[in-house]
Structures are given as structure tokens and as C-alpha cells.
């Protein structure tokens, strides 16, 4: 059974297509013991599957697959061939990387890991490289993993470079003008306030802190000041968003050919455009997608040019509840979210998601409340910091995210508990408002007729992400040619990438994925289909031969 509808734009009613083919499908069929490096081979015949996809849609069915993508920092304690690749086996989508910490070198080596990891696993798992922004941090604590300042003790923070064992009470701070910034009488606060000084004499580069507030300093922790009430920012505003050490990393993660690369503390859409500009001249295919993190009050400001430059957004809580009051965060986050979603770019939602599971093996109620909140949210993705990058149970953390956005996604669904969102129009050719009609009809047509899965058909990932922006019922097959934009594509909601070659012909390239998926038993006879496609602007309903 096969119903099409057909929307023809100018391009294609000059040039219809010839439709509905023989269906031939033993030519297709592919050997069900390819082990997946093999299937590797861009012959036209194979097809790229996530190896713990393919896990998951076995156990859980199609429609109790996870829509929520997962984010992973990777630190010391996740740094190892085996260690990733029990994140990728948890179900990491993609693997951040802070330059804020560690060397090139060692994140080269985490990226050949990762790599290795997809061909000869079979994963996708896609690489974020995270800049380190030019805000005030702390310096490394010459190595030790935390400083304690107690109650009424004098620190001092000072631009000078200490030798080694750092001389105690003493904090080296990253940025050369600290001390003629900061007056006696400010608030210095570390990590956004989980420590707290007054600063009470400044001599030379040395600024004398009392502590008012105890607790635990990690190494390179964010500084901000504060006066009269208000955050001090006037410098932060002059220092630019990417450092000259950030642009040598950006060299580094083009020529290493990473997935995205997320901008800390972005002010404007004019750097991200100026990055994506940079990008494209020195990367041939210019495929990397540019993140903006959203994590200071010039961000907010600019929520909506900064997102729309952007390939999409994460709400970086960690610094934006240094600069915003914490009760603040959480509108904040629900803004962001829904914004991207309208703009159709995907977001992540990160920090603190699990804190606690840094040092112990359960998450507390309400970081559960709080995972459930972003997936209720319908963000696209879920980020880990410390709980993976240096925490001591980054596999439980990564198991906590994936149960409790499996069991909010079904309670959604099941309860519909969905306010319908109105997505305003974000094309802007003719041939773009038929797509997005497209996919929102076919979306809602999956919802109506209950199918089993969508599928598209998409050279660019762009039709794909109209679909999984009407975030439907049921999980979105999204059929790619090139590795690149598979890889890209994990970070987005609902969409389960593959990579495999087709033709402009839907029929064959239906017909083809029907016996590959079927092959390796992902779907069966009867299954009811809906398949979209960027090559032919129709939508088909069908059950799988
Ligand atoms: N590449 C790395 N090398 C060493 N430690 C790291 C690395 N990446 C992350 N970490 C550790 O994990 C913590 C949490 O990571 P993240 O949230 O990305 O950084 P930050 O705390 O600087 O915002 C860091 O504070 C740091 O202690
Ligand atoms: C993700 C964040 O950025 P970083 O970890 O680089 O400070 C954050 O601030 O929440
Ligand atoms: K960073
Ligand atoms: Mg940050």
C-alpha cells in the first residue's frame, strides 16, 4: 500500500519526476552478519547504524526509543579507549571537550579515541570542541584538584605567576587587568557564588580577600565581581568573546574536522557570523556546526539574533547563574529552550544536571525533578560536565539521564501532555515554506494515524530537522549520504541517523532502506511508514513490504 501526496515547487514542475517504480528488493539485501566497521564502506549497498541504536530500538520498540540526545564532557576519568567506549555504549551522542582544561595534545587524543571508536564499533558518536572564552578564572591550583578557604581567612588573588608549590592562601587569576578592575569593598565571588569574598586592600597586582562565604575552589573556577548589588561586567564587555588562544583552538578543532564547536560567553550574532565566515573559508566543507552558549546577561539580551546566527544553542547554566540571581536560571532555560525550538535550531541544556553524582552513585530528587524538567521542556539535548569528566560514576550518571528521558517521554506522549506550539515560518524561499508544511503535515499525520516511524530522505540534515522540530510521536529515521551530517544530526530530537547512499528516486531508495532495515531487523512487514524527502517534495504513507 502506498499513498503519496505530491507538492510540486517550480523546479520540479518543469522536470517531474518519473514515480512509482518496480520495486526490486533482493539486490539491496545485505549480509545480516556484517560486524559494523565492514558496513563501513560507502558501497552503495550498506548502511550506517548507531551499533547501540540499533540496541535500543530492538529492546525498547520503536516508539519507546530515546528522543532526548545526551552530551558527555570528557575529563580524566573518561579519557580512555574503554572509558568512552563505555559512554558510547551508554548512549553518549556526542563528546565535549572544554579547552578550558587540558592541552591540544590531549584532546587530539581523546578525538582519535573517539574516532576509532566509530569505525571500529560502529558508533556515531560526534565531537564538540568547547572554547574557553576570555571571562575571569582562577589558575590551576598547580595541580590540586580543589582549595578550601574557610570562614573569615584572608586570600589572595593575584595576576602573578607563582612558582610552584603555590604559596598558601594564594590564587593566581588568569586576567592581567584583575587587580586595577576590582575596589576595595567589591564581592568577589567564586563559581557564581559557591565561594565568597570581600575584597579588603589591594596592593600592586595583589588583591587581599576576606572569606565570607566557606567552601571548596576547583581548579580554573570562574571569578565575577560584584558592586553596589550589581555584577561588575564593564571589562568583560571590552575583552573579546574568542581570545587569541581560542582562535588557535578553533585552528585546531578545524583541522581535526570536529563536529561543533560551542562559543562560550557569546555577546552577539556578529561573532558568531564572523566564526561561521572563518569556518567556511578554511574547511572545505564547511560543516561544522558553531554553538552558542548562552551564559551571560549580553546573551540574554541578544537571545534571538544570537540564536538565529547560530547552528543552535546551549543553555550553559554554570556561568549564567554567576551573572543572573539562581531563581532566575530556570525561566531563563525554558526561554532559550522554547526560542530554539521556533527558530528550529537544537539546544542543550547543561550543567549541574547531576552534580551529586560527582562523588556519590544516586542522584538526588530533585536533580531527577530537574533532568525531567528539560526533557519535559523537549530541549534536544542533555549535557554532563563533572559527573563524566571527572566525577567517579559517569556511567550511572549517563544511565540516570537515559531512564528518566526514556520515562518522560513515554508519560508525554501517553498523556499528551504537549501544549501545541505555534512554529512560525523560518525559511525564507518558496521551496522552504512547502518543506516545513511538509514536515509539519507529515508530523501531524504520524500523530493522527499512529504510525510506527517516520522517515526522511535529506542531503543536508535540513528536512530532518523540520521534522524532529514538530517533535511527533513516533522516532524519525533520517537517511543521509555523507558521515558528516549523520554525525551532526545526533545532536537533534527524535532523530536516528543513518548513513546511506540513495538516489533522487524515492521509490528505490524506499525500497532499498525497507531490505536494509528489515535485514538487520529494525523494522518488519507491516510496520506503517510515512517517508518525506528533500529531492521530492511529497509525503508517502506506506506499510513496510
Ligand atoms: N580536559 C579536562 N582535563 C581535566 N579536567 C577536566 C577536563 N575537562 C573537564 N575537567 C574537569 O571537570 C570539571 C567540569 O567540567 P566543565 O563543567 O566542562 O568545566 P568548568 O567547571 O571549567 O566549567 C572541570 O572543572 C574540571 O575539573
Ligand atoms: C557549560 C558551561 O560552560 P563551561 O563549563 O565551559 O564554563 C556553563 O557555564 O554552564
Ligand atoms: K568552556
Ligand atoms: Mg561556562
Redesign the pocket.
Known sequence: MSNSLHFFTPSNLTAPKQYLPKPSYNRWFPEYDTPPSQSFLSDSSSIDVDAVTEVELKENGFRSTRRTKMVCTIGPATCGFEELEALAVGGMNVARL?M?HGTREWHKRVIERVRRLNEEKGFAVAIMM?TEGSEIHMGDLGGASSAKAEDDEIWTFSVRAFDLPRPERTINVNYDGFAEDVKVGDELLVDGGMVRFDVIEKIGPDVKCRCTDPGLMLPRA?LTFWRDGSLVRERNAMLPTISSKDWLDIDFGIAEGVDFIAI?FVKSSEVINHLKSYIAARSRDSDIAVIA?I?SIDSLKNLEEIIQASDGA?V????LGAQIPLEQVPSAQQKIVQICRQLNKPVIV??QLLESMIEYPTPTRAEVADVSEAVRQRADALML?GESAMGQYPDKALAVLRSVSVRIEKWWREEKRYEAMELPAVGSSFSDSISEEICSSAAKMANNLGVDALFVYTKTGYMASLLSRCRPDCPIFAFTSTKSVRRRLNLQWGLIPFRVSFSDDMESNLNKTFSLLKARGMIKSGDLVIAVSDMLQSIQVMNVP
Do not use: F, L, P, T
Open positions: 572544554n578550558c568547547d570562574n562560550s552558549k551564559e546551549m550553559a547554566r554554570g556561568d547543561a550543567s560536565s
